[in-house]
């Protein structure tokens, strides 16, 4: 996942841009606040601490910079693992440390599982039509099953296997083949590991990659690089896009032309995409062809579900396979790249378990080193730093604070995968942390970055199989360095936590 795991919209300051009616709210805000407090103090409950702001619009002017888990992780280091502030007319409560988290994902999850959803993602997720941002009930049970089954479960993972393959060998064949024709120009290692992680993304969705599409709806061909962004780049710009009144609902009568425009024309376009995919493949199945994919199990064994719901789970997959897997995997020959010392030690890991031989999925129990440059990595990158929003349906205690029914709960992976008391110098890549006596390296919750408990992420195989896979073979077939200038490029950005440039590298075939 997980382009769709947002932090309602951000960035935060920019819901500001509001009408000026905001600031009609002033004195109402002070009142109710005085109210609230008092009552607080009567009754005995007791708050998180709160992080003060401004009145009205809260905190929101301090969270503009877009990356709200820095932000979130600093203000734990003064107001402690659990602590609340204000989004405009929003109470949320942030978590940054691994037990406080893990007690709200796992024991009080049945009062805090409805997932609290920005305007955008509402429009874009067809009102929580797919697994990951629907609520815990019969739709997520029934959905999650489909998806398990058919595509990220244990055995299904096993049934695509060709599929990461086939990606894998197509990634090394293109770098060797830009190596022979250009030896000393710097490689864009995304450009090359997205248009494959696309096409697996479509076998396992539909069944097929594709070159180009005619879309009736649109009246036009698309090339594979147009559904790209239709599919991909622009649902995951828009997720993260402000609609002032996320901030604001009792603002919600006023129209906010530009935003909806824009959210819509995504909507209408990925539609009549899917659309044209799906009737393309309707096509084959009705000739009798038949391939191991969603759409085929969709359409033969949810029958409850409507085309418009299978429509949304088709595009589901084909998301979230297409990008946080890109993200850990870009990272880790990131920080490789930048450290000759462990990328040879991870070398000589390989060599000695498969010697000349392409290395393999079979070989990923041997290599407990490729495992913890992996986890490292999520630890230290976590693609999703800040799990979605969820909404507490009655008064809950957590951290042994009491928490009021109508809080938003922001779990803050970044700030878990940081904590100073949990790991010894945090801001530092360093895999070794991760090596230990015990028979694990298999394990794939060593770190929050995959969230926990029964909403933890459901392709945390398929991106561990993929990122571990290509990892070690790149490695063995080249040896990596950054470009000049590389060392420091290395902000983040989005939602899910990109590196703001690509990564440009020199590679040398190993002999
Ligand atoms: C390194 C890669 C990945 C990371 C770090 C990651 C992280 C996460 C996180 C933090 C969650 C939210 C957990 C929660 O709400 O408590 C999640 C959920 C989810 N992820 Fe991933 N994810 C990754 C790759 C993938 C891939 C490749 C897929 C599918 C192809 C996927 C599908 C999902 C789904 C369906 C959910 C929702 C699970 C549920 O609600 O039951 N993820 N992921």
């Not at 030896?183 to 539909?206: D, V």
């Not at 719901?309 to 993200?327: G, K, P, V």
């Not at 070794?432 to 770190?447: A, Q």
Request: glycine share 6%.
């Amino acid at each position: 996942m997980d382009t769709l795991l947002n932090l309602q919209a951000l960035p935060m300051g920019a819901a500001i841009g509001g009408p000026a009616v905001v600031v009609g709210g002033l004195t109402l805000f002070l009142i109710k606040h005085l109210v609230d407090d008092q009552k607080k103090k009567a009754s005995g409950i007791r708050p998180p601490p709160e992080v003060p702001g401004l009145p009205v619009v809260g905190n929101l002017l301090q969270l503009k910079e877009k990356k709200p888990h820095k932000t979130f992780t600093k203000w734990a280091e003064s107001y402690g693992p659990i602590y609340s502030i204000r989004t405009g007319a929003n109470t949320m409560v942030v978590l940054s440390s691994n037990d406080v988290a893990k007690e709200a994902m796992v024991t009080k999850y049945s009062s805090i599982s409805t997932r609290k959803l920005s305007n955008a993602l509402k429009i874009l997720t067809s009102d929580k039509s797919i697994v990951a941002m629907s609520d815990y009930n019969e739709f997520y049970e029934e959905t999650k099953r489909h998806l398990l089954t058919n595509t990220l479960g244990t055995h299904a993972q096993k049934r695509h296997r060709i599929h990461r393959d086939i990606m894998i060998k197509n990634v090394c064949d293109q770098f060797h083949a830009q190596m022979q024709s250009n030896p000393t120009e710097a490689i864009n290692f995304r450009k090359i590991f997205q248009s494959e992680l696309f096409g697996l993304a479509l076998k396992q969705a539909i069944g097929q990659d594709v070159e180009s599409l005619f879309v009736e709806k649109l009246g036009t061909t698309l090339t594979r690089n147009e559904i790209f962004k239709i599919l991909v780049l622009d649902p995951r710009e828009g997720a993260i896009d402000v609609d002032w009144r996320d901030f604001f609902p009792y603002l919600k009568w006023i129209p906010n032309k530009s935003f909806e425009n824009k959210i819509r024309k995504m909507y209408v376009q990925r539609q009549a995409v899917m659309e044209a995919l799906i009737d393309w493949h309707k096509k084959r199945i009705a000739s009798g062809q038949e391939i191991n994919c969603y759409l085929d199990h969709l359409i033969s064994e949810a029958k409850t579900l409507s085309e418009q719901q299978i429509l949304m789970l088709l595009w589901e997959a084909i998301i979230e396979a297409s990008d946080t897997t890109l993200i850990s995997t870009e990272w880790a020959m990131f920080e490789l790249s930048k450290d000759q010392g462990r990328q040879n030690r991870l070398l000589s890991e390989i060599q000695k378990v498969c010697g000349k031989d392409e290395f393999t999925e079979e070989n990923l129990p041997q290599v407990p080193y490729l495992s913890a440059v992996f986890h490292e990595t999520l630890r230290k990158h976590s693609p999703v730093p800040i799990v979605p929003l969820r909404h507490v349906e009655e008064d809950v205690q957590l951290g042994g604070y009491d928490i009021p029914q109508g809080s938003e709960i922001a779990i803050n992976i970044y700030g878990c995968n940081m904590e100073p008391t949990v790991w010894e110098t945090p801001e530092d890549w360093i895999p070794e942390r991760f090596l230990n006596d015990k028979d694990e390296t298999l394990e794939l919750h060593k770190t929050m970055a995959f969230g926990g408990g029964k909403r933890a992420c459901a392709g945390a195989l398929q991106a561990m199989l993929i990122s571990c896979v290509a990892i070690g073979r790149l490695v063995q077939e080249f040896e990596w360095r950054l470009n000049d200038g590389e060392e420091d490029n290395v902000d983040t950005l989005g939602i899910t936590t990109h590196k703001l440039h690509p990564m440009l590298a020199i590679l040398k075939p190993r002999s």
